[in-house]
C-alpha cells in the first residue's frame, strides 16, 4: 500500500500526490490511502486513470486485487463489476455505488482529492 500525507510533496487544491504514473500497471489497480482512506487508482483499457473506494459495496474485499477491463473493475470474489467513471455496480451481485474520487495527473504524478467539495 502506498501511504500519501499532507506532507506529501504537490498538495494542491485539495489534491494530494498517491503515486507516480509508472507505479501504476498499464491496466490494473494498486491501493493507496489517504489520511486513513483506503484507495485503488486504477489504469483502465483505454489508459484513463480513476480512483475509487478500494472496498467492494457487496462484501468487505479490496477491488484493487480485481481485474481490469475496459472501463470497469470486477470484484475477485463474487464478480461484482463497478464502472470507473461513475461508481455504479454494472453486475450483481453489488446493487450499492462506490465512491470515485477526481484525479489530476501533473508531471507524471497522480493526484487524488477525497475531500467532498470536488
Same mark, same amino acid.
Given at each position: 500500500?502506498?501511504?500519501?500525507?499532507? %506532507?506529501? $510533496?504537490? +498538495?494542491? !487544491?485539495?489534491?494530494?500526490?498517491?503515486?507516480?504514473?509508472? /507505479?501504476?500497471?498499464?491496466?490494473?489497480? *494498486?491501493?493507496?490511502?489517504?489520511?486513513?482512506? %483506503?484507495? $485503488?487508482? +486504477?489504469? !483502465?483499457?483505454?489508459?484513463?486513470?480513476?480512483?475509487?473506494? /478500494?472496498?467492494?459495496?457487496?462484501?468487505? *474485499?479490496?477491488?484493487?486485487?480485481?481485474?481490469?477491463?475496459?472501463?470497469?473493475?470486477?470484484?475477485?470474489?463474487?464478480?461484482?463489476?463497478?464502472?470507473?467513471?461513475?461508481?455504479?455496480?454494472?453486475?450483481?451481485?453489488?446493487?450499492?455505488?462506490?465512491?470515485?474520487?477526481?484525479?489530476?495527473?501533473?508531471?507524471?504524478?497522480?493526484?487524488?482529492?477525497?475531500?467532498?467539495?470536488?
Amino acid at each position: 500500500m502506498t501511504e500519501a500525507t499532507a %506532507v506529501t $510533496a504537490g +498538495v494542491t !487544491d485539495g489534491y494530494v500526490r498517491v503515486c507516480s504514473v509508472e /507505479d501504476l500497471p498499464t491496466v490494473g489497480a *494498486v491501493q493507496v490511502e489517504i489520511d486513513g482512506k %483506503v484507495l $485503488a487508482v +486504477v489504469r !483502465d483499457s483505454a489508459g484513463d486513470i480513476h480512483a475509487i473506494d /478500494d472496498t467492494c459495496s457487496h462484501a468487505n *474485499v479490496s477491488l484493487s486485487e480485481g481485474d481490469v477491463e475496459g472501463g470497469a473493475i470486477e470484484c475477485w470474489l463474487h464478480g461484482s463489476r463497478f464502472d470507473l467513471r461513475t461508481g455504479e455496480p454494472t453486475s450483481p451481485p453489488a446493487i450499492t455505488p462506490i465512491a470515485v474520487y477526481p484525479v489530476k495527473i501533473n508531471g507524471g504524478d497522480v493526484f487524488v482529492s477525497v475531500t467532498k467539495e470536488n
